[in-house]
């Protein structure tokens, strides 16, 4: 699972104790993980969503560690029709019109596999569907430049017929 690393520098004049509050995004697949001047700290959650770090600050370094994850997004009128996102990054499909997929809207990693393709100078991540159609890429739609593309599929039923 990839996660995404948020790095926060913190420099008080004097010591000062107070606590840091950051809210966890809805696309979090699993526990956040902090790490204050490189050790594992314990994270406690609020009701409303914010991880709460109290201690006394001076000059620290803290890393937030967030796990990203692939998953499907229904519209709100069409549950039939879905976008991927990986963790916040809506992906394209680099497909020409409409598409249907066999996938299991809860359980999109078990149809789309993440893969790198090397492109000039770097690796390009990404997913390929491995279900029918197969072989139709999805990268960040920010990367997409002039290529056909889709961001909703359809949902068809799956191999044995399950939706």
Same mark, same amino acid.
């Given at each position: 699972?990839?996660? @995404?690393?948020?790095?926060?520098?913190?420099?008080?004049?004097? %010591?000062?104790?107070?606590?840091?509050?950051?809210?966890?995004?809805?696309?979090?697949?699993?526990?956040?993980?902090?790490?204050?001047?490189?050790?594992?700290?314990?994270?406690?959650?609020?009701?409303?969503?914010?991880?709460? &770090?109290?201690?006394?600050?001076?000059?620290?370094?803290?890393?937030?560690?967030?796990?990203?994850?692939?998953?499907?997004?229904?519209?709100?009128?069409?549950?039939? &029709?879905?976008?991927?996102?990986?963790?916040?990054?809506?992906?394209?499909?680099?497909?020409?019109?409409?598409?249907?997929?066999?996938?299991?809207?809860?359980?999109?990693?078990?149809?789309?596999? %993440?893969?790198?393709?090397?492109?000039?100078?770097?690796?390009?991540?990404?997913?390929?569907?491995?279900?029918? %159609?197969?072989?139709?890429?999805? &990268?960040?739609?920010?990367?997409?430049?002039?290529?056909?593309?889709?961001?909703?599929?359809? @949902?068809?039923?799956?191999?044995?017929?399950?939706?």
């Amino acid at each position: 699972m990839d996660r @995404l690393v948020l790095n926060l520098h913190i420099k008080c004049d004097r %010591p000062a104790e107070f606590t840091i509050k950051i809210r966890l995004p809805w696309w979090l697949h699993g526990e956040a993980t902090v790490i204050t001047n490189g050790q594992v700290q314990p994270v406690s959650v609020n009701q409303t969503g914010f991880i709460c &770090i109290r201690r006394t600050w001076g000059d620290e370094a803290v890393e937030i560690e967030l796990p990203k994850g692939l998953h499907a997004m229904a519209l709100p009128d069409a549950s039939d &029709i879905v976008a991927f996102l990986d963790g916040p990054v809506v992906m394209a499909g680099l497909c020409d019109g409409e598409t249907i997929l066999q996938v299991d809207p809860g359980r999109p990693e078990a149809a789309l596999t %993440p893969v790198y393709e090397l492109e000039w100078y770097r690796w390009r991540p990404g997913y390929r569907t491995q279900v029918r %159609p197969q072989g139709i890429r999805f &990268i960040p739609l920010y990367e997409v430049q002039d290529e056909p593309y889709s961001v909703y599929f359809y @949902l068809g039923p799956g191999p044995n017929g399950e939706s």
